[in-house]
Structures are given as C-alpha cells and as structure tokens.
C-alpha cells in the first residue's frame, strides 16, 4: 500500500490513541504514550506489524498513546492508513 497524503485517526482521550501519518522514506515511528516505560517496544511492535501487514513500506508515522489497548492501536493505525492511502481509479 502506498500512502499519498496525510491522514489520521483517534482523539487524545484517556484509554485511546491518536495516530497521525504522511508520506514518508522507508518506516520512521515516533511514539509519545504515558505508558511508554512499561509498554513502548509492545506499541511499536503493534504499529510494525500492522504495517507490515498493509505492506507499507514509506510512511512517517506518528502516536499519542494514552493507555490504548493493542486492539485499538491496531484499529487506529489501520483507519490511518486506510485514509492515507491512494484511491483506486474507477
């Protein structure tokens, strides 16, 4: 998948995350969480992975964790990409 503009998705409330994305050369993730201690590498894990998944391979990315679960990680990252990404011509 090919990100093409800016997107985001989530809010700043407790227990939710706040996912921001645009194009970028090669996988840059930044992540600012209040849990970041105990749980920052299983967060990037999370936001790897769901990458990895999308086949993405150029996108700066970037997190405002406030105790998000991974489910809901992975959810908001998604919902990024899926509006980051190029459409398809009809």
Same mark, same amino acid.
């Not at 050369?25 to 209040?34: A, K, L, M, P």
């Not at 086949?55 to 105790?67: E, K, M, T």
């Given at each position: 998948?090919?990100?093409?503009?800016?997107?985001?998705?989530?809010?700043?409330?407790?227990?939710?995350?706040?996912v921001e994305l645009e194009?970028?050369?090669?996988?840059? @993730?930044? #992540?600012?969480? $209040?849990?970041?201690?105990?749980?920052?590498?299983? +967060?990037? *894990?999370? &936001?790897?992975?769901?990458l990895e998944e999308f086949?993405?391979?150029? @996108?700066? #990315?970037?997190? $405002?964790?406030?105790?998000a679960l991974e489910c809901? +990680?992975? *959810?908001? &990252?998604?919902?990024?990409?899926?509006?980051?990404?190029?459409?398809?011509?009809?």
């Open positions: 998948m090919e990100i093409c503009r800016r997107a985001a998705a989530g809010t700043l409330e407790s227990s939710d995350v706040y194009p970028g050369e090669g996988i840059q @993730v930044e #992540i600012d969480s $209040v849990v970041g201690p105990q749980f920052g590498d299983a +967060i990037e *894990a999370a &936001v790897r992975s769901s086949q993405v391979r150029d @996108v700066h #990315i970037r997190l $405002v964790d406030r105790g809901v +990680i992975r *959810a908001r &990252v998604e919902t990024a990409l899926m509006r980051g990404r190029e459409e398809e011509q009809a």
